[in-house]
């Protein structure tokens, strides 16, 4: 519908949604309209008050732009590349547990396992190592009951007390009473391991004011949301495009078998260097974006060409639609990395015609880990075992909120014979 829209009326128009009007901003330059937009003219906090029962009052989408902007100041020095060189370890060890787990051949539901592996690797490095220990106590059962409180109908009413809801309340406590007995743990015992949470513990804002547990909770939620609900998904779609794309494959074997038979083990060297394997990703980014649209709500008229975009509408702009406009990527249906590569270079003609992370301000902060902890995954399980996908590819579920594929969604794999360099 939203490419119909683009075709019979251009880069901005108007369609219904239940009884709220909303305005779709599509391609490079629309977007870059829209990203560029500022916070009281196009406004994210007042649509994603959805997330408010997830990460807690006072953190995220609950305050200003300002302490939110300062909230996420925290954590940029564990983004940077000290830590990622770590993350590329963690990232090696826990695909490897999960591959050695997995035994000679057999079968899985590809979109249960990612989220349980990028669970495993998004706790441990963004949190902390004890709550990655937590994992079987009742903290992956309270993340997963979080996460199904993003979902449609809690996108227009957060508070309606569907059992969805009230299992996401009740997993919010558990996760709050779970990290503040870590927290109080760490004070009486002086330890002070280098991660996220230990940098909030040590935070402050500008005033002065140390975080209360329940602020330092909200924001590990929000940043474990952002490095781990997103790559389950494009995780799992990149599994199943490879699996069908046996030529690519065999190319992405290659550069893996020429990156580790110079860098022998893994790390954020070789990852960078591993380009075949980023573009299949990022070719599943453009393809199959975990989320459909990004949406600010107008608080003023917004003036755009010759067009009016009232007060009181929803703004949106579409990774899915705008990802597929034949103006930007060639045979835009076609899963074809090679467009990412010189001379091509699809994405490269507006700074805006890739979108999956989002843009501008809002852009997603964890983009970087996501690519690093997808290409960890696949080279890890690419490198051990042969997949077979027996089905066409599942189609997406518009059902849900970040957009997997359709379940069940089985893969069966064998174990390979061949030597690795990998280690």
């Known amino acids: 519908m939203l490419l119909r829209g683009c075709r019979e009326h251009g880069d901005l128009f108007r369609f219904r949604l239940g009884l709220r009007e909303c305005f779709l901003f599509i391609g490079p330059e629309a977007h870059d309209f829209y990203f560029r937009a500022p916070e009281d003219e196009l406004n994210a906090k007042a649509v994603y008050q959805f997330t408010v029962p997830i990460f807690g009052r006072g953190v995220a989408y609950d305050v200003s732009p300002e302490v939110m902007a300062e909230q996420l100041g925290f954590l940029f ?227 755009y060409g010759d067009y009016v975009v009232p007060a009181g509408a929803l703004a949106m702009v579409s990774p899915a639609a705008s990802h597929r406009l034949p103006n930007v990527f060639a045979d835009p249906e076609r899963f074809f990395p090679d467009r990412f590569t010189p001379p091509a270079s699809e994405d490269k003609q507006h700074h805006y015609a890739l979108i999956g992370f989002g843009g501008g301000k809002h852009q997603c902060m964890g983009k970087h880990f996501a690519y690093l902890q997808l290409k960890a995954i696949w080279t890890v399980l690419l490198d051990r075992f042969d997949f077979y996908l027996d089905t066409p590819i599942p189609t997406p579920n518009y059902g849900s909120w970040v957009t997997g594929p359709k379940r069940p969604c089985r893969i069966r794999y064998r174990r390979r014979s061949q030597a690795s360099s990998l280690r």
Not at 246 to 264: C, F, K, S
């Open 77 to 303: 020095p564990a983004l940077r590349e000290a830590a990622m060189q770590k993350f590329a370890l963690i990232m090696y060890e826990e695909t490897s547990l999960f591959a050695d787990s997995l035994g000679e051949d057999g079968e899985v539901d590809l979109p249960v396992v990612m989220n349980q592996l990028t669970v495993k690797i998004a706790s441990r490095c963004l949190i902390g190592e004890e709550v990655r220990d937590q994992m079987d106590a009742g903290f992956a059962e309270a993340y997963h009951d979080l996460q199904k409180g993003i979902n449609t109908l809690g996108f227009f009413l957060p508070n309606l007390p569907t059992r969805a809801h009230r299992s996401r309340d009740r997993a919010r406590r558990k996760v709050a009473e779970l990290f503040s007995r870590i927290m109080a743990k760490r004070r009486l015992s002086g330890a002070r391991p280098d991660d996220f949470m230990q940098t909030l513990m040590d935070a402050r804002y500008k005033d002065g004011r140390v975080l209360s547990d329940d602020e330092i909770t909200g924001i590990l939620l929000t940043v474990l949301f952002a490095g781990q609900h997103t790559s389950s998904v494009l995780a799992t779609w990149t599994g199943l495009e490879l699996a069908k794309t046996p030529a690519y494959l065999a190319r992405i074997r290659d550069e893996l078998q020429d990156v580790y038979r110079v860098e022998g083990a893994m790390s954020l060297a070789s990852l960078n260097r591993q380009v075949t394997l980023e573009h299949a990703v990022r070719e599943c980014e453009r393809l199959h974006p975990p989320l459909i649209v990004l949406i600010r709500k107008v608080l003023k008229p917004v003036h």
